[in-house]
């Protein structure tokens, strides 16, 4: 089983560049999440949805946008890229109400 | 909005120590509750999780929780760390309906050989 995946796993950008990162999951999951992990700010949830064509905003969704067209996927887009905005992403999905199953990460940087 | 706290950021011990990381959450209602760990340069990984019943929870790798529902807590034990157990650990919470997790902050345990 795969699971999570997500593409790239490391990055480096420049200031104002675009990019796009890739989450699937093969679990049939209808939740999925995007979260960035900064030291000592634990995991902030950028956006979610809760199933095929609907997102939300999380807790600190600026500068992101993200889509799910297919259940399976869920992208989550850099327009401009900021020296803020390096991190560690974190892909996740879940059923209803059960665990999170999280993805091996994508750590960016941008300079 | 939910809020979770962990109180200890980071814990040094020593191999065959005991462990209780602390886990407070501010949701008044029906919770369910989540550790996660993180071991270096790897992703998360579900510890054990409560949902119902028995507030005594037991996950992989000899952890355990005690849910008390009166503390709002949701403490992390293990009786005895090995090195192998040093990592990040994570502290997650849904409630109310929504099944969206909120995570805390996380506690960072290295334990000595």
């Known amino acids: 089983n795969a699971g999570v995946t997500q593409t790239p796993k490391f990055r480096v950008l420049k200031t104002g560049q675009s990019m796009t990162l890739l989450c699937a999951q093969d679990m049939n999951h209808e939740y999925m999440y995007w979260y960035r992990q900064d030291p000592g700010m634990g995991l902030r949830l950028i956006h979610y949805?809760?199933?095929?064509?609907?997102?939300a905003k999380g807790e600190v969704p600026d500068g992101y946008n993200v889509s799910r067209l297919k259940k399976q996927n869920f992208l989550l887009g850099l327009e401009s890229a900021a020296p803020s905005q390096t991190s560690v992403y974190f892909c996740a999905s879940s059923y209803v109400v059960s665990e999170a199953f999280f993805g091996q990460g994508t750590r960016l940087t941008v300079v | 909005a939910q809020s979770v706290s962990q109180h200890n950021h980071h814990v040094i011990l020593s191999e065959a120590a005991s462990l209780e990381l602390g886990c407070n959450y501010s949701?008044?209602?029906?919770?369910?509750l989540f550790w996660y760990v993180q071991y270096p340069g790897q992703h998360l990984q579900l510890l054990l999780k409560?949902?119902?019943?028995?507030?005594l929870v037991k996950g992989i790798k000899g952890f355990e929780a005690e849910f008390i529902k009166s503390k709002f807590s949701f403490n992390l034990r293990k009786p005895s760390v090995q090195w192998s157990d040093t990592a990040e650990y994570f502290c997650a919470v849904t409630s109310g309906g929504s099944y969206i997790p909120t995570f805390g902050r996380g506690t960072s345990l290295i334990v000595h050989p």
């Open positions: 949805s809760v199933g095929e064509g609907t997102t």
């Open positions: 409560y949902f119902s019943g028995d507030p």
């Open positions: 949701y008044g209602g029906t919770v369910n």
